[in-house]
């Protein structure tokens, strides 16, 4: 059984750029949520992805959105990147969805993001 | 609002010494309760949940009851080692919910 993955694990990118993150949930997952984690915080809830649909979301801006693919891997993208962007953009997946007592979430390694 | 309150860190410990990480939540309901550990580089790990008043949670020789009436998860480890040195964040997940709410993390480092 394979974990959760992401790529890149690193990134540099300059501001006002556009960045896609990448997740593959684990095998048999197919609920996938994002966090951001900034230096020395604890991660924060962007939004999650049901069924290739948005369930549930954070207080993130609009430039941040994603995607979920039929194989429920899924994408963050953001635009119009600001400095404070910078993170550790963690993926996590679960099994489960709306309003089902999901199960525990599991997270991939991370993509560091710069924004210089 | 809901929320996590972690002891602050840093923690530095001796090799074997008793570990105690406070952890107290704010949350409607009854809320589950993770311990979530994250090695230097590396992504979270789920160390140990409970999901009940009562419940204890264990793993790796890490502890947690949830005290529903002192509203704390509290991470408790009889002798440490160097390789449990890492940061530990305390989280919830409401009933229904989609996300988990994290702490702000505490660093743990043991030395020999």
Known sequence: ?116 | GDSVTQMEGPVTLSEEAFLTINCTYTATGYPSLFWYVQYPGEGLQLLLKATKADDKGSNKGFEATYRKETTSFHLEKGSVQVSDSAVYFCALRKPGANNLFFGTGTRLTVIP
Not at chain 1, 31 to 46: D, K, R
Not at chain 1, 70 to 87: I, K, T
């Open chain 1, 1 to 116: 059984e394979t974990g959760v993955t992401q790529s890149p694990t690193h990134l540099i990118k300059t501001r006002g750029q556009q960045v896609t993150l990448r997740c593959s949930s684990q095998s048999g997952h197919n609920t996938v949520s994002w966090y951001q984690q900034a230096l020395g915080q604890g991660p924060q809830f962007i939004f999650q992805y049901y069924r290739e649909e948005e369930n549930g979301r954070g207080n993130f801006p609009p430039r941040f959105s994603g995607l979920q693919f039929p194989n429920y891997s899924s994408e963050l993208n953001v635009n119009a990147l600001e400095l404070d962007d910078s993170a550790l953009y963690l993926c996590a997946s679960s099994r489960g969805g709306a309003g089902s007592n999901q199960e525990t979430q599991y997270f991939g390694p991370g993509t560091r993001l710069l924004v210089l």
